[in-house]
Every structure is written in structure tokens, then in C-alpha cells.
């Protein structure tokens, strides 16, 4: 692959990029290709589940409230079964 008539400041910028990471500027370039490659691929699982509704939907800040239902439920069935008192 091959990049022409890239603007000096910008070649530059990529070269310094990659010294201070201790590459050359073509690795340096190859580990930005493969990690826009990775977002591309994890963009498009996203979409695959875009729009589904296959599940409970919760508000903001539900999900903790329904949690702390179930253990206070759960707590207060323990209690039945063990005979202790949950007296707070």
C-alpha cells in the first residue's frame, strides 16, 4: 500500500509520532491501519444489534433499584429461614 503526496508537516508529524514510540514510521502507520481496521469491525457488530428488542429496557439509575429489591427480598427470605430478625 501506498500513501502519495502526503503534505511534508503532516509526514513529519507521523515520523516523530513513531520515533518517540520507538518504530518506524511504517509500523507505526501498519498499528494505525490495524487499529481503525478493529474499530471498523466492532462498528459494524454494534449495528447488527442496533434497533433489536430481545430484552428488558430500564431507565437510568432502574437497574440499581431493581437490584436492591431482589436483595432486600432475598434477605428477607433468608430471614424467614433462618428465624432471624432483620430489625434495621
Known amino acids: ?3 502519495r503526496d502526503v503534505p511534508d508537516d503532516v509526514a513529519d508529524a507521523i515520523a516523530a ?3 518517540a514510540n520507538g518504530q518506524s514510521a511504517q ?3 501498519l498499528g494505525l491501519l ?3 481496521a478493529r474499530r471498523s469491525r ?3 457488530l454494534i449495528a447488527q444489534f442496533e ?3 430481545d430484552g428488558m429496557h430500564s431507565t437510568p439509575g432502574q437497574t440499581a433499584e431493581l ?3 431482589a436483595r432486600s427480598e432475598r434477605e428477607d427470605q433468608l430471614a424467614e429461614t433462618t428465624g432471624d430478625c432483620r430489625c434495621s
Open 1 to 3: 500500500m501506498q500513501i
Open 42 to 44: 466492532n462498528i459494524d
Open 67 to 69: 437490584v436492591r429489591q
Open 34 to 36: 490495524m487499529a481503525d
Open 17 to 19: 509520532r513513531a520515533r
Open 51 to 53: 434497533g433489536r428488542d
Open 27 to 29: 509500523a507505526y502507520m
